[in-house]
Each structure stands twice: as structure tokens, then as C-alpha cells.
């Protein structure tokens, strides 16, 4: 852990944070979701299973390799019903929602950290997934890694992040 990390100062105010955060009112109901999905196995199968099937579709894609109807429509029919599944779904929302949370403090924090002082509004307003400018800020052809998750709800591809891959 970086000696700035460890200043009594930063872990004081993290701490703070981290307090504020607790005492937010969706924060209760976030994580009675959480809880009422990880204690319901149904839920949890049905979840997995979606998400397995995604990522197969996902590798077939980026091996260029052709997707059947049957399968998009197994993959669609499967989280069509993960998503009518009420314990599921408030899960997928909280998740969305603390993903969010988390991206938020990120960025303002790198922002910070970047620009060497507390960023303004219009530091933030790049256009864009990704950084904008075609998804260039997390997504260039060198090095390209094509497993990272940047918090967005969306897949790579057409529309992706812009990265085009």
C-alpha cells in the first residue's frame, strides 16, 4: 500500500466515505436485494446459467465464428426469463447501481489524481463512452484487452465502447 494511502488523513476520510455511503437509504434496500438473491438458489442458477450462456455467445463472436437463431434465441428466451424473476431482477439493479457508485468514485478520484487538483464538471464532459473520441480512452488496437469491464452495460462490438473489437 502506497505511504499516501496509509496517511491517517486519506484513511480517516475514506473511512468517512465509506460511513456516508452506508447511511444512504437505497443502500438498505440495495443490499436486502443482494442478500434475498444470494439465499435464493433458483435466482442464482438462473443467473449463472444466462451469464454462461452469454459468454459463449460472446467467445463465438470474437472468434468470428457464426451465431445460430437457436442459439441468440436459447440466450434471449433465458434472460427474458432471469429478468421477469423479481429476485433476479432487483439483484441486476442493485449490481447496476453499486457498479455506478463505484465508477463514479473512481473517476472523480483519477480525475483528481490526473489533474493534480479537485476536478469541476467540465473536467468530466469527454463525450462519450470510454473516454470518447471512438472509445480511444480505455480501448486502442495495441495491446487491446479484449476481457476488460469498464462498468458499462454493454457488450464490445457494434455500439460496444467504441473500441470496435
Do not use: W
Not at 35 to 48: I, K, T
Not at 116 to 136: H, I, S, V, W
Request: with cysteine.
Amino acid at each position: 500500500m502506497s505511504a499516501i494511502a496509509q496517511d491517517p488523513n486519506i484513511l480517516q476520510k475514506t473511512q468517512e466515505l465509506c460511513n456516508a455511503i452506508l447511511g444512504q437509504p437505497t443502500m438498505k434496500s440495495m443490499r436486502q436485494s443482494i442478500d434475498a438473491f444470494m439465499n435464493d438458489e433458483l435466482s442464482r442458477s438462473q443467473y449463472e446459467t444466462v451469464m454462461h450462456k452469454g459468454r459463449a455467445l460472446h467467445e463465438k463472436q470474437h472468434q468470428s465464428l457464426p451465431l445460430s437463431g437457436e442459439e441468440i434465441s436459447d440466450f434471449e428466451s433465458s434472460r427474458d426469463a432471469l429478468l421477469a424473476n423479481p429476485v433476479a431482477k432487483g439483484f441486476i439493479e442493485a449490481q447496476e447501481e453499486l457498479h455506478g457508485l463505484r465508477d463514479s468514485i473512481h473517476d472523480y478520484v483519477s480525475k483528481t489524481i490526473e489533474l493534480g487538483r479537485m476536478p469541476k464538471p467540465e473536467d468530466f464532459e469527454q463525450g462519450g463512452c470510454c473516454g470518447g473520441n471512438g472509445g480511444g480512452g480505455c480501448c486502442d488496437d495495441e495491446g487491446h484487452n479484449h476481457d476488460h469491464d469498464h462498468g458499462h452495460g454493454h457488450s464490445h462490438g457494434q455500439g460496444g465502447c467504441g473500441c470496435g473489437h
